[in-house]
């Protein structure tokens, strides 16, 4: 009895010296359960492809705006429609496709007479308006993984814990012993868990709303010129 006494105590003193005894990410990593430690990786991975996507959201952002504003600009100035409509503008620029779309609606629609006027505003429109959703869908794609991660890794890092918690329980039977010492590094490696699927989804949720008004923006931006570039082809029927 004695004995095994002095191997418990041997053996709770050797699991206290090496607990983590500051905040050190990676020490807790290392010391952490192997499912805790596939949460975390994940949840890594989770934040890493989140920033990814936030910083190629800002800079496509950016360069979309940039480009429509001086192509619009342009649009209006020149009388030659098809080089402002070149395949390489189509290409580059979604003004310059949401115009397009309307564009070849009005030639399909005036190719043949007589020319149905009132037929031929609703296709165009429909037209421009179809093109106009496509490119804020196409730029808002991504940002459902944005969604999800806000969403859902909180409750990826609370199964970590979780788990890392049920795991100092049976640390707790395998030691017999109820101590501070036995129980807080597996408690600590576990709350680890919940702080990194914090750390990815609040990113990911402050990232998904302020994206989600930008592509409304974005989408009101290329309606208004899509309207002015409807009344424009509007005028035109009316000389046709």
């Known amino acids: 009895m004695p004995f095994e006494l002095i191997s418990a105590a041997v053996t709770q003193a050797t699991a206290v010296t090496n607990a983590p005894t500051q905040l050190d990410p990676l020490e807790l990593f ?13 949840l890594i991975i989770a934040s890493i492809w989140t920033w990814t996507i936030i910083v190629s959201f800002v800079l496509r952002v950016r360069g979309l705006a940039s480009k429509s504003r ?25 003004s310059a496709r949401v115009a397009g ?11 043949n007479s007589p020319v149905d006027r009132d037929a031929a505003r609703n296709r165009i429109s429909a037209a421009m308006e179809g093109q106009v959703a496509h490119e804020a869908d196409d730029l808002a794609g991504r940002l459902n993984f944005l969604a ?20 100092s329980f049976f640390q707790i039977g395998a030691q017999q012993s109820a101590s501070l010492a036995v129980v807080a590094p597996g408690i600590a490696e ?28 974005y989408e009101a931006k290329l309606q208004r010129f899509a309207d002015k570039v409807h009344a424009g082809l509007s005028r035109e029927l009316d000389r046709v």
């Open 190 to 217: 576990a709350l680890f868990a919940t702080a990194i699927g914090l750390f990815a989804a609040i990113p990911a949720v402050i990232a998904y709303n302020r994206f989600s008004n930008s592509v409304n923006l």
């Open 148 to 167: 999800t991660t806000g969403s859902v890794a909180p409750f990826v890092g609370l199964f970590g814990t979780v788990w890392g918690i049920m795991n």
């Open 70 to 94: 001086y192509y619009e600009s342009d649009f209006w100035e020149t009388k030659d429609r098809e080089a402002a409509l070149s395949k390489k503008m189509r290409s580059q620029i979604p």
């Open 30 to 42: 290392l010391a952490a359960d192997i499912v805790v430690q596939a949460v975390i990786v994940g």
């Open 101 to 111: 779309a309307g564009l070849d609606e009005w030639r399909r629609s005036t190719k």
